[in-house]
């Protein structure tokens, strides 16, 4: 099953406060900026491979509603998307994401 057939299967968000603060504090990003990501297209998804060892985990490539590019590390808990860090996508990302955008045009 890919990605994308997972985040359908979705019914909602599970967060853990302690990464909630920790998102705020080191990139000023909130949780419905994170929620928002899943909901505007294009949405860029893939698995996380390297950080995955005791749960899978992905990331998402998309923007908010305000038009901010973020990218979102999370995982799948019972049909909950937890996520677990998000910051602004950096300059090799945003040519990923901006090729993603292209394609999906």
Not at 33 to 61: G, I, Q, T
Not at 65 to 81: C, E, H, K, P, Y
Not at 84 to 95: F, Q, T, V, Y
């Amino acid at each position: 099953m890919d990605t994308h057939d997972l985040l359908r299967k979705c019914t909602g968000f599970e967060w853990d406060e302690h990464n909630t603060d920790k998102n705020w504090q080191k990139h000023q990003v909130t949780s419905s900026e994170c929620e928002e990501v899943f909901f505007n297209r294009p949405l860029a998804v893939a698995d996380d491979v390297r950080h995955s060892e005791k749960e899978n985990r992905f990331y998402a490539l998309g923007n908010t509603n305000a038009g901010r590019f973020l990218f979102v590390v999370f995982t799948i808990r019972r049909s909950q998307v937890r996520v677990i860090s998000a910051r602004d996508m950096n300059r090799k990302e945003r040519k990923v994401y901006q090729s993603h955008e292209e394609e999906s045009s």
